[in-house]
């Protein structure tokens, strides 16, 4: 099992807050990824770091932003959460493949599932 | 536009019986196809990777298998249990970026009955 974890693991807040979801991994991964995932649907990729002090933006247009100062930590900051940013957010992390290539497998954490009302 | 389609959308079968769940897929180029399964309020967890030059694999009673000609994947469960219900989702990678971008199917629902 990964080591890999998301905290909250779930979260209700009200419109207008301004929340953090931590992601923390203990495996040494440089690579880092914030995905958001509705009810029946695919993962849709949010962020992505390389490393530290590297953040890109994923397919996924998102209001959110993030950081990441610590090889192990990688948190999602909401400045002003709304109704449209309920939804479940995971956190996965990856290492090069020994081979190369694309081969390489994403760590998932076990989500932050979040309802703005 | 690159798609994973998955199918069927859910399934429900009996503890003990045997299934097989569809993957099809437009990405191009390819690199390689995952099979993940994410229990309910949980992250994905890898099951199975298959590259180019491999059509089957086996992760006990899982069996996974791509044909890359018709871009088809197969994920076969034997002898289904209880705690085989949960989503499964196909993931394919391309060689198009340093990143290995992703394309995540929407998973197949399945449901064991006792």
């Known amino acids: 099992e990964a080591d890999i974890y998301q905290t909250p693991r779930y979260l209700v807040i009200g419109t207008g807050k301004k929340i953090t979801l931590e992601c923390s991994q203990t495996m040494g991964h440089d690579k880092m990824y914030w995905y958001q995932q509705d009810p029946g649907m695919e993962l849709h990729l949010i962020h992505y770091?390389?490393?530290?002090?590297?953040?890109e933006k994923g397919d996924l247009s998102s209001e959110s932003t993030v950081s990441r100062i610590r090889t192990e930590h990688f948190p999602l900051t909401l400045e002003s959460a709304r109704p449209s940013h309920t939804s479940q957010y995971l956190c996965a992390s990856s290492e090069p493949a020994r081979t190369g290539g694309n081969q390489e497998t994403q760590y998932f954490g076990p989500g932050t599932r979040l309802l703005v009302l | 536009k690159n798609q994973v389609e998955q199918s069927p959308q859910s399934l429900i079968i009996l503890e003990g019986k045997n299934c097989t769940l569809q993957?099809?897929?437009?990405?191009?180029?390819?690199?390689?196809l995952r099979w993940y399964k994410q229990d309910t309020g949980r992250g994905p967890v890898s099951l199975t990777i298959?590259?180019?030059?491999?059509n089957t694999k086996s992760n006990g009673r899982y069996t996974a298998t791509l044909d890359a000609d018709t871009k088809q994947s197969s994920l076969h469960i034997t002898a289904s249990q209880l705690s085989d219900s949960a989503s499964y989702i196909c993931?394919?990678?391309?060689?198009?970026?340093?990143?290995?971008?992703?394309?995540f199917g929407r998973g197949t629902q399945l449901t064991v009955w006792p």
């Open positions: 298959m590259t180019f030059s491999e």
């Open positions: 993931v394919v990678s391309d060689r198009g970026s340093t990143l290995g971008r992703l394309y």
């Open positions: 993957c099809n897929y437009t990405v191009s180029p390819f690199s390689n």
């Open positions: 770091s390389y490393g530290v002090n590297s953040t």
